[in-house]
C-alpha cells in the first residue's frame, strides 16, 4: 500500500476533481442537490474496509455511519441519530450493518485491552464471546474463531437495529427498510450475506407480518 503523507492526500483531491470534471462536466453542481441514498451502512472504523469502494457507489448513494467493531448500542445518540435521520427523513430502502474478518475490535473484545474507553466500548463483543464459548471453543484457530465471533457480532447488531424505537415506529407505519447483515471478507474481497432469522424475529413481534411482502426489485 502506498504511504500517503498529508500534501498528497490534498494532490490527490486535486486530481480528483479534475478527473470527475473531465468525464462529468456537471458532476459537482449534481453532487450539491440535496441528497437521496437509498441504503443506510453501518461499518467498522477499520481503515481496511472501505465500504463505498466495496460495492462501487457514488457519492450520495450511501448513508454512513461508522464506529470500532459496528456496533449498535442503544444509547449510543450519535447512531440513533444517523438512524433516525435516515429512516425518517431520507426514507432509506436497506439497512446493512458490515462487519468485517481479521477485526481489531473484535480480538480485544476476546483478548481483552487496558485502554479504558476501548475496553468498554467493546464489552457487548465481549458479552457475545461467552454467550456463544461452547461454539467458538471448538475452533482452534485463533483468527479463524475471531471470524465467526464477527459473524455472530454483525447478526447481533442487526438485531439491535430492529429493536430501536426507530425502527419500531417505522414497522407500526407500514413504511419501514430491510435490515441486511454482511460480512467483508478481507481475505477475499468477498461481502458475504449473514441469516439474521426474519422468521424467528417475526415470531418474537420483533418483524411485523408483513416484513416479507417488501419488494426487492422496486428499491
Known amino acids: 500500500m502506498k504511504d500517503l503523507n498529508f500534501q498528497k492526500l490534498l494532490k490527490n483531491n486535486h486530481s480528483w476533481i479534475q478527473e470527475k470534471l473531465k468525464n462529468y462536466p456537471d458532476y459537482f453542481e ?21 465500504i463505498t469502494s466495496l460495492v462501487k457507489a457514488e457519492p450520495g ?7 470500532i467493531a459496528n456496533q449498535v448500542n442503544l444509547n449510543d445518540i450519535n447512531l440513533l441519530s ?9 426514507y ?11 477485526c481489531g475490535g473484535i480480538a480485544a473484545a476476546v483478548d481483552g485491552v487496558n485502554q479504558g474507553l476501548i475496553e468498554n466500548w467493546v464489552s457487548p463483543v465481549n458479552e457475545l464471546y461467552f454467550k456463544h464459548i461452547d461454539e ?13 465471533l464477527s459473524e455472530i457480532n454483525v447478526i447481533e447488531q442487526a438485531h439491535n437495529i430492529i429493536k430501536t424505537p426507530v425502527l419500531q415506529r417505522a414497522f407500526k407505519s407500514g413504511n419501514f427498510p430491510k435490515i441486511h447483515a454482511w460480512i467483508f471478507d478481507i481475505y477475499t474481497g468477498k461481502l458475504i450475506q449473514q441469516n439474521i432469522n426474519e422468521e424467528e424475529l ?4 420483533l418483524l411485523p407480518d408483513s416484513y416479507f411482502k417488501f419488494n426487492n426489485s422496486k428499491n
Request: proline share 5%; net charge positive; charged share 30%.
Open 92 to 102: 432509506i430502502k436497506h439497512i446493512v450493518v458490515i462487519g468485517h474478518y481479521n
Open 30 to 50: 449534481k453532487l450539491s442537490r440535496p441528497q437521496s441514498p437509498r441504503f443506510l451502512m453501518i461499518g467498522c472504523s477499520d481503515s481496511r474496509v472501505p
Open 82 to 90: 444517523v438512524l433516525e435521520y435516515s429512516v425518517e427523513h431520507l
Open 202 to 205: 417475526i415470531e418474537k413481534g
Open 136 to 148: 467458538l471453543s471448538l475452533i482452534k484457530e485463533k483468527n479463524k474463531m475471531c471470524d465467526r
Open 61 to 67: 448513494e450511501i448513508f454512513i455511519h461508522r464506529n
